[in-house]
């Protein structure tokens, strides 16, 4: 077929450079949106009288046709597209022309490929990312529910990747669970900007057809029209801000999926993943390898490459509708792709993993985690808190010494360091004690954390 766009060339366009502005291997997965866009445009040119209605419940039937047979092509995983063809676009609209006729050619009245596109891509924007929302709230379930198992496991605490002060897993994996929550809540957001139909606003200024924007918004569930024809063809922020929020998954999922590494090593043993997640090594038997979370946080990297390409696509860009808009598409779907695949095998690789904790617990024994209780101890007999921080300072440096841990220096011992220790400090210092004394509103106590969770259940 000749171009949609042909009437004005008398020359062929060359062949490299029909390669290289078609985007048909990009776009080929919106065929289902742009299809059902179409069917919502050609209803309302029927309801409006922009075309006889006979015409337009031709172009709403053949489409819906082609829409089934393209299902069901397509999940037989035939080629339906021919690879040299411009984009999705003029590819259903020849198939449509196959179809029913030169009829077909009535269904662009009012309407160009710019509003066209940006249509389509919002409407698969905005069921992908309700997808990944969905996806989201599965991980942050796992995380509620496994936090409600561990309020008592307790771990060291990390600052600077040192020892700091021991949690309980509960509060470590909630931790988790409000950084996914603002995630959900961010992709929440970017759908109400989302919502804004920009078809009707044709090549860039409108059109002179008297269409009822109002009625395809409604057909197509969206909330808003554009207000300005010149933005709707040309905003691509939504795209920007979609992959802002991925991004800031995809660095979440790096943060656990480094932790989740860290732990499965034999130094820290905190964890140990299932085989069904995990590697071998060709070359070492003894290898277990955590290559999923590896790969999560590989592919970090992928999404704010994206996302820093859509940004400089747009930089500087000027009104309305330029090619470079054609570039959104490849990170818009490998951003989209990433980091819902990121979210559903973190999810997975969680679902079995075994926690250690019996290995979380001994981490904290004589791990001085528990200096900080040691001075408040003496806070509490009326000591100011710089003084109980140099007397117990003084005494972790005595037991790295002697190679103990706070908790075993005797009674009279401390006392040499301070006369308002009594017998009662050796209970005050034990990690599950020092764990339940962190009862602030947001602590790692188990009664905060039941607090917490019960919050957080309010949510999932
Ligand atoms: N394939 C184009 C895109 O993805 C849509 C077509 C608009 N093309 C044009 N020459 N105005 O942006």
């Known amino acids: 077929m000749s171009k949609l766009w042909g009437g004005r060339f008398e020359g062929a366009t060359d062949r490299l450079v029909e390669e290289f502005t078609a985007s048909i291997g990009v776009d080929a997965r919106l065929w289902e949106v742009d299809v059902r866009c179409s069917i919502a445009h050609a209803r309302m040119l029927g309801g409006t009288g922009i075309l006889p209605e006979a015409e337009a419940r031709a172009l709403v039937a053949g489409l819906e046709a082609l829409g089934e047979e393209l299902r069901s092509r397509f999940e037989r995983g035939e080629a339906v597209f021919r690879p040299e063809a411009e984009d999705v676009h003029s590819e259903i609209e020849r198939l449509l ?44 379930s796992w995380l509620v529910g496994a936090a409600e198992q561990h309020l008592q496991t307790v771990l060291p605490g990390l600052t600077h990747t040192q020892h700091a002060q021991p949690v309980s897993l509960a509060h470590h994996l909630l931790a988790y669970f409000w950084m996914f929550e603002r995630d959900r809540e961010r992709l929440a957001d970017c759908r109400r900007r989302l919502d804004v139909l920009p078809l009707g606003s044709a090549a860039l200024a409108g059109t002179s057809f008297p269409l009822d924007r109002e009625q395809v918004a409604r057909e197509l569930g969206f909330g808003r029209v554009s207000e300005n024809s010149l933005d709707a063809v040309s905003d691509r922020d939504f795209v920007v801000e979609f992959l802002g929020a991925a991004s800031l998954i995809m660095m979440h999922l790096s943060r656990l999926a480094e932790e989740l590494i860290l732990w499965s090593t034999p130094e820290f043993g905190f964890i140990e993943l299932s085989d069904a997640v995990t590697t071998g090594s060709s070359i070492m038997p003894q290898k277990k390898n ?101 007397i117990a300072g003084r005494m972790v440096r005595d037991c790295l010494e002697r190679g ?50 019960r919050r957080a259940h309010l949510l999932v």
């Open 97 to 140: 022309t196959e179809r029913i006729g030169a009829v077909a050619g009535k269904l662009h009245t009012g309407r160009s490929r710019n509003d066209q596109v940006a249509t389509d891509t919002r409407l698969y924007l905005r069921e992908r990312s309700d997808a990944l929302a969905q996806e989201l709230h599965g991980l942050e």
């Open 290 to 390: 955590p290559d999923v979370a590896e790969l999560i946080r590989g592919r970090t990297g992928r999404v704010n490459g994206a996302l820093v390409a859509a940004l400089t696509m747009l930089k500087a860009l000027p009104l309305a509708y330029n090619r470079d808009l054609q570039e959104d598409k490849a990170a818009l779907f490998d951003g989209l792709d990433t980091a819902h695949s990121c979210v559903r095998l973190m999810t997975r690789m969680l679902r079995d993993a075994r926690f250690r904790t019996e290995r979380m617990a001994r981490a904290c024994e004589s791990d001085y985690s528990n200096a900080t209780d040691l001075a408040d101890f003496l806070v509490e007999k009326g000591v100011p808190f710089r003084q109980c921080h140099e």
């Open 404 to 453: 103990i841990g706070l908790e075993a220096m005797p009674l009279e011992r401390m006392r040499e360091f301070s006369p308002h220790f009594d017998e009662t400090v050796h209970e005050r210092i034990r990690p599950r004690v020092v764990m339940a004394a962190r009862a602030s509103q947001g602590g790692t106590a188990p009664a905060a954390v039941a607090e917490q969770l």
